[in-house]
């Protein structure tokens, strides 16, 4: 679009020593002009297209086999409960609910903070840069415990499902998924998180690493600006 602008504006600055008549240079004027009106529309329009085809398709990534991918998960939940009993109360025992009221304080570490940028999933990132006791935020769903983890959806929060038993854990916390749904405050949610030790990882080459999780939802702007 900037580019009509250029080119067009040239055109537009016409003077009228070089058209005489000065109903042509007005009518040469006024079909540029038009043109320009033109130009920047359709442009306009096709980003808009462009955009909705995009937000369609981000949207239908989510959903994709999606009756597979809940055949899947309800099978990796059923595993997981079966293997992996006394972990997953442990993890339950020592999970700790925050909300806005509590109040908590982080002991300072003397140790040189380092911070790395990686395009990759975070359960790949888990076991490519665990150190010791290491955490994972959980782009949570603060209605549902997994999010669409059962019903075949795969966000973040349904990938770190389906390569954990953080499902298991965190459906056990039926009230407060409960107060979340009672206080949505428009969308925008409340400052509550869980916070679960030792969430059992399997990576697709069968290995395995503890990591804690941090399940905690963003507020939805685009539909509390509704």
């Not at 055109?11 to 109903?23: E, F």
């Not at 998180?193 to 399940?215: H, K, M, Q």
């Amino acid at each position: 679009m900037v580019e009509y602008y250029h080119v067009l504006s040239h055109l537009l600055i016409l003077d009228t020593k070089n058209y005489k008549n000065i109903k042509v240079d007005f009518f040469i004027k006024s079909t540029f002009f038009y043109l320009l009106i033109f130009l920047i529309f359709f442009d306009i329009i096709f980003i808009e297209i462009n955009k909705g085809v995009k937000k369609m398709a981000d949207i239908s990534y989510y959903w994709q086999n999606k009756s597979l991918r809940a055949s899947q998960a309800n099978q990796h939940t059923e595993i997981m409960t079966h293997q992996y009993p006394e972990e997953i109360e442990d993890s339950l025992l020592n999970s700790l609910i925050y909300s806005p009221t509590d109040t908590f304080f982080i002991n300072p570490v003397d140790k040189e903070i380092q911070i790395f940028l990686a395009a990759k999933d975070s359960v790949s990132t888990i076991f490519d840069y665990y150190d010791g006791k290491t955490a994972v935020l959980n782009f949570a769903s603060y209605k549902n415990p997994g999010g669409g983890f059962l019903s075949g959806s795969r966000a973040q929060e349904e990938s770190l499902c389906h390569s954990s038993f953080l499902y298991n854990v965190l459906s056990k916390f039926p009230t407060y998924y409960g107060w979340n749904q009672n206080h949505l405050n428009r969308s925008l949610y409340e400052n509550r998180a869980i916070y679960s030790p030792r969430i059992l990882f399997e990576n697709e080459d069968g290995d395995t690493v503890y990591c804690d999780v941090i399940t905690c939802a963003a507020p939805n702007f685009t539909a509390a600006a509704k």
